[in-house]
């Protein structure tokens, strides 16, 4: 028996957040190989894998069958937000989604570093360590590739247009609700929202870019809906298993 | 990443072992250095410390001046002439 | 850093197992040979990343995706510790040996110029076509003259023990699964079997360079010949065939002797015209390029 039901409030809270892990670390892996240069390949294929071990943790907070769950489960019953299942193969939108969601991600830890559950306790203490390395690599690639002017409209304009896709990360299940009473987390998705934009705008402030940071409300969407690029990486995802889903693989 | 600098790592093992040299990388500067070497040469843990040292800080002897101490027996001693007479001893018992 | 005053010289050094360093004066002809094979070895290295890369968004478990994201992490890795021994020997800067490959002025292994078809060929490459390169890298590891790549040698040798071990556990779950997989599996063998042998290349020459200078320990036959005896009962214990008509043991010694090869397949794959190639290569360009804004504001950074 798994530590939460899944369908319970707290299951679709920690859900969403293993959703979440589970497809930004999927979508960085596919820069294996072809990263722009191969010590930086290792580097972000490293926290592909850490984003992973990551959703690995929490899933099995969730079920006891971990690849069922998380790769056969029907698409509605999926938490992720809109910000992970975007499909982006282009480096300057890969690295600022890193640095946008590794900035929030490590404030969802810090709010299940005191949780009242000694398990997400645990997990959010290892993520913690890991998340360290997470949001210093992020961080020093912006704040390097924006001093000169041809990368550092690049990357203005990437921020431009993914800093509202960003704010669906705060877009809370409504399980929510009870993950805060019982006490698995500590912080609501609004109080987190705010938090997240105070980071970036002390980051955009250091780096001298040009940006204004408003996250407009996300609206109550409660993850509800898939991205348009989720089907396919679904499919992709299950390709294997398709060919005989009794299988162990 | 031509113009950019190369890097020499090292690491430390746990425990008693000095700082061993590992390899090296390219990187913009220290800071970036530090960051990249642990996914190039720690994957498994094999570094509990890690120095990054820019190749062109690295001065390097040369080797007709080391060479003058490859051979310095005034300096060694294999102790043979008073295993020697310790045996002789014994044997005189 | 050392010179010697004639091939002869330099050659009685080595003889006597000296290691060569970077800032030794070895004779041109060593260094430009030497180059040439850690070159070859790191290109093999990249584009064997590239080749498993295409099955991992497939992987079929989150826990099978880590492992396989590890697996090529370290080839990727190997690739970069190559580079930069390879940089060091003065003859061609990294940038020049990346364009060098993409443009298509240089070589890699055989088998990175076919492409992987359904998962079990990501495990086939994962257990034979690594077992094979393992050999051949264990045989250069054995002596191997110049020292700064004895000593990645090492560390790449050592995390292809950590590939192999993975590999065949990921072939006893094939083998041990259903007829589907176990299909599934019979299949890959069928593509990669030969690929895999001819990754030794054909019989070494009599007067191989690479051999009188120690880079390599062993002859190209003999490897091949020993990885045969090897795989063959291995394969076949787990219940597949070798898609080798002509396979046979020898009556009087015991040992697997093969049909003869058919080195056609190899001689396309060295001059990039291996069936996956040029989509391979035309891929890395274009990703290449695309990126290439990144590479030059980190590098105006410095």
Redesign the interface.
């Known amino acids: 028996m798994p530590l939460f039901d899944a369908s319970s409030g707290v299951g679709e809270f920690l859900t969403a957040f293993a959703d979440d892990e589970?497809l930004i670390?999927?979508h960085h892996?596919?820069w294996?190989?072809?990263?722009?240069?191969?010590?930086?390949?290792?580097?972000f294929?490293?926290i592909?894998?850490d984003e992973?071990?990551h959703?690995?943790a929490l899933?099995d907070l969730v079920t006891d069958d971990?690849?069922q769950f998380?790769?056969r489960r029907d698409r509605s019953a999926y938490r992720s937000c809109d910000f992970v299942e975007m499909v982006m193969p282009?480096?300057?939108d890969t690295?600022v989604r890193h640095w946008l969601y590794d900035t929030a991600e490590h404030l969802r830890w810090e709010a299940l570093a005191d949780s009242s559950s000694v398990e997400v306790r645990g997990i959010a203490a290892r993520a913690l360590t890991e998340e360290s390395?997470h949001v210093?690599?992020a961080r020093?690639?912006v704040s390097?590739?924006?001093?000169?002017e041809?990368?550092r409209n690049?990357v203005i304009d990437s921020l431009q247009r993914l800093l509202p896709h960003s704010a669906t990360m705060w877009a809370s299940v409504a399980g929510e609700a009870e993950a805060l009473t019982s006490g698995v987390t500590t912080m609501s998705s609004e109080q987190l929202a705010e938090q997240y934009a105070q980071a970036l705008r002390n980051d955009v402030n250091e780096w001298g870019l040009d940006v204004p940071i408003v996250l407009e409300p996300t609206g109550q969407s409660h993850r509800l809906e898939r991205h348009h690029d989720f089907d396919d990486f679904y499919a992709?995802?299950n390709?294997?298993?398709d060919?005989?889903p009794?299988?162990?693989? | 990443?031509t113009a950019s600098h190369i890097f020499e790592v090292f690491l430390k093992a746990e425990g008693k072992s000095e700082f061993r040299h590992a390899g090296s990388?390219?990187?913009?500067?220290r800071?970036?250095a530090l960051?990249?070497a642990?996914?190039?040469y720690s994957?498994r843990g094999e570094g509990h410390e890690i120095w990054v040292v820019r190749r062109d800080d690295i001065g390097v002897a040369d080797t007709r001046d080391l060479s003058a101490n490859f051979v310095k027996p005034h300096r060694m001693n294999d102790g043979k002439r008073v295993a020697e007479h310790r045996r002789s001893q014994r044997e005189d018992e | 850093m050392r010179t010697w005053n004639d091939i002869e010289e330099f050659e009685a050094f080595l003889d006597g197992g000296g290691l060569v360093e970077a800032d030794d004066g070895m004779p041109d002809a060593f260094r430009q040979e030497v180059f040439r094979f850690i070159e070859f070895h790191a290109n093999s290295e990249?584009m064997g990343?590239?080749t498993e890369?295409d099955w991992?968004?497939?992987?079929?478990?989150?826990?099978?995706?880590?492992i396989f994201?590890?697996k090529?992490?370290d080839e990727?890795?190997h690739?970069?510790l190559l580079?930069m021994v390879a940089a060091d020997m003065g003859v061609k800067t990294r940038e020049q040996m990346t364009n060098d490959l993409l443009e298509g002025r240089t070589r890699f292994h055989n088998v990175f110029h076919y492409r992987a078809e359904t998962?079990a060929d990501q495990i086939a490459i994962a257990f034979l076509v690594d077992a094979a390169a393992f050999a051949s890298q264990r045989a250069v590891f054995a002596e191997c003259s110049y020292g700064p790549y004895k000593r990645i040698l090492r560390r790449i040798v050592g995390e292809e023990g950590f590939h192999m071990r993975h590999g065949e556990e990921m072939v006893l779950?094939l083998a041990n699964?259903?007829e589907?997989?176990r299909k599934?599996f019979q299949d890959a063998i069928n593509r990669w079997w030969w690929p895999a042998v001819q990754l030794f290349g054909p019989d070494s020459p009599p007067d191989d360079p690479l051999l009188r200078w120690h880079i390599k320990s062993e002859r190209n036959e003999v490897l091949r010949h020993a990885y045969v005896q090897k795989y063959v009962p291995l394969l076949q214990g787990y219940g597949f065939t070798i898609p080798d008509d002509g396979l046979h043991r020898d009556p009087d010694t015991g040992q697997w002797m093969m049909s003869a090869i058919d080195w056609e397949p190899l001689r396309a794959t060295l001059k990039n015209d291996g069936p996956d190639s040029a989509r391979r290569l035309a891929?890395?360009v274009r990703?290449?390029f695309?990126?290439?804004?990144?590479?030059?504001?980190?590098e105006?950074?410095a």
């Open positions: 589970h670390g999927s892996a596919w294996i190989g072809i990263a722009p240069f191969l010590e930086e390949d290792l580097a294929c490293s592909a894998q992973l071990g959703a690995l899933y971990i690849d998380a790769l282009d480096w300057a690295l390395f210093k690599h020093l690639m390097r590739s924006v001093q000169s041809q990368a690049i992709s995802l390709l294997v298993m060919l005989d009794t299988a162990n693989w | 990443m990388l390219g990187a913009a500067d800071e970036m960051l990249l642990r996914e190039c994957r | 990249l990343g590239l890369r991992i968004p497939h992987s079929p478990g989150v826990r099978l995706k880590q994201l590890a090529t992490q990727i890795g690739a970069h580079y998962w779950r699964g259903s589907t997989q599934l891929n890395a990703n290449h695309e990126t290439r804004w990144f590479r030059d504001a980190i105006v950074s």
